[in-house]
């Protein structure tokens, strides 16, 4: 256990549907990241917060995704009229601005989209 | 363009062994190259890191090799146990933007059978 906790664990879902997960960083962690990973795949960057602000995000997040990051602790990914190629293990990593690259992940979020 | 490629996408060692995971990359501008260890379910367990400034970093039973003229680094597990099973991913960051997102390979299965 890394002390980066994610919710749900699992979320099951019909097309259409809006869903939202929540990551909740290592205490003092400035850094958050957000990647997905597909069966059979490595995890994929969508987007970077440094504290508060949202410094990056990948092409792989379309409109339909949104990410946020109040205040600088717990972040949360919406995804607005899911897809079945949405359906994946959604990743929340977390570090600090003095181990700038170490990355301490969460047990993730997996997405089924019916 | 896949930037970071891992191989062999399985990998099967008895105990005892020597399991060996290698991963070749594209980008010059990587200066911090990470495995991660990955079971079921789980998300990615950082399991040891290097440098392009040193050829080699070894913890426990597990050694990184890096090559920077060749760009390819490996993961090599000494006497390899049961509990070792797992996927392992090699990935790649730099110092781009003070983000450090991680780019992965694909991933190794490795069974260590008993």
């Known amino acids: 256990d890394t002390g980066v906790s994610q919710d749900p664990r699992h979320k099951i879902t019909k097309r259409g549907q809006n869903v939202t997960f929540r990551c909740d960083p290592i205490s003092e962690h400035n850094r958050l990241y957000w990647y997905r990973q597909t069966l059979g795949q490595g995890p994929e960057f969508l987007t970077y917060f440094q504290n508060e602000a949202q410094l990056e995000k990948s092409r792989l997040l379309s409109d339909r995704f949104s990410a946020e990051r109040p205040k600088g602790s717990f972040s949360t990914l919406e995804i607005q009229r899911t897809e079945q190629g949405d359906s994946a293990m959604y990743l929340c990593?977390?570090?600090?601005?003095?181990?700038?690259?170490?990355?301490?992940f969460g047990p993730g979020t997996r997405l089924t989209v019916l | 363009q896949q930037q970071v490629k891992q191989s062999p996408q399985s990998l099967i060692v008895q105990k005892g062994g020597i399991s060996i995971i290698n991963c070749a990359y594209e980008?010059?501008?990587?200066?911090?190259f990470p495995w991660y260890q990955q079971f079921p379910g789980k998300g990615p367990a950082l399991l040891i890191a290097?440098?392009?400034?040193?050829s080699e970093k070894k913890e426990g039973r597990f050694t990184i090799s890096f090559n920077k003229s060749a760009k390819q680094f490996s993961l090599h597990i000494m006497d390899s146990q049961p509990g070792d099973s797992a996927t392992y991913f090699c990935?790649?960051?730099?110092?781009?933007?003070?983000?450090?997102?991680?780019?992965f390979g694909k991933g190794t299965l490795l069974t260590v059978n008993p």
């Open positions: 980008n010059t501008a990587f200066d911090y």
């Open positions: 990935a790649a960051s730099m110092y781009g933007g003070s983000n450090y997102k991680l780019t």
């Open positions: 290097i440098r392009p400034d040193v």
């Open positions: 990593a977390t570090g600090t601005s003095i181990l700038r690259d170490t990355q301490y």
